[in-house]
């Protein structure tokens, strides 16, 4: 406390000769102390597995059931391609490409085709099934959510930089062509049941009116259920 009330002193007296805001006493005030401060504050043992933790228990994250299941996609893939126990300091720009680029090939689905296997042999069974790979899209929310734990994990001075941070690749479909929420398949098991069956003597006004009353949800679950609607 000393020390700092000297400092005051001393830098009323440099603003009062004409330089203002000079640090006197640099070992204790100045930017290289800062910075050695800040090294000391950022645990250079905080591992990935533990910025996930903290990430997930901040009350501040409330994700709707949706997002949930995409962020938990998310922590998975960073524990099985950068290891949960590794400094998460040590995780750079080039790493976050690596992934990147590895994700590119990552097939749709695989949560559910591939259950059981690591990001690496998902990608190899993809390429020998030529399974359908994920879209940009798909690939550039992944690596949105990436970047937004490295910013979070900024904020909450655990890290000092994002090294995910513009990672997106460019997307060249156009919105308007972007795929359906609802494949030809489904259409037709959704209007083979019993809302729609008088479909064809309906006019496109009071289909798009019936439509709209329904939740696209719940229509997809009872779906894939094979439950009827009413």
Known sequence: ????????NERYLSFLEGKPGEVV???LFGREAYERDRRITLSPKLTLNQVIDK????PANQW????????????????????GDTPAREINRTHCRELRDLLINYPANATKIYTNLTTAERIERGKKEHAKCISVSTLNDYMSKLSSIFNWAINEELLEKNPARGLKLKDNVRVKDKRDPFSTEQLSKIFSLGPYQKVA?????QLWTCLKKVDRTVLFRRLISHRPLG
């Open 64 to 83: 709707n059931p949706k997002t949930k299941i995409t962020y938990e996609h998310i922590f998975t893939l960073l524990l099985d391609y950068f290891g």
């Open 55 to 58: 990430y997930k228990a901040d």
């Open 1 to 8: 406390m000393a020390r700092g009330v000297i400092e005051r």
């Open 25 to 27: 006493d640099k070992d």
């Open 201 to 205: 003597k309906c006019s496109v006004q």
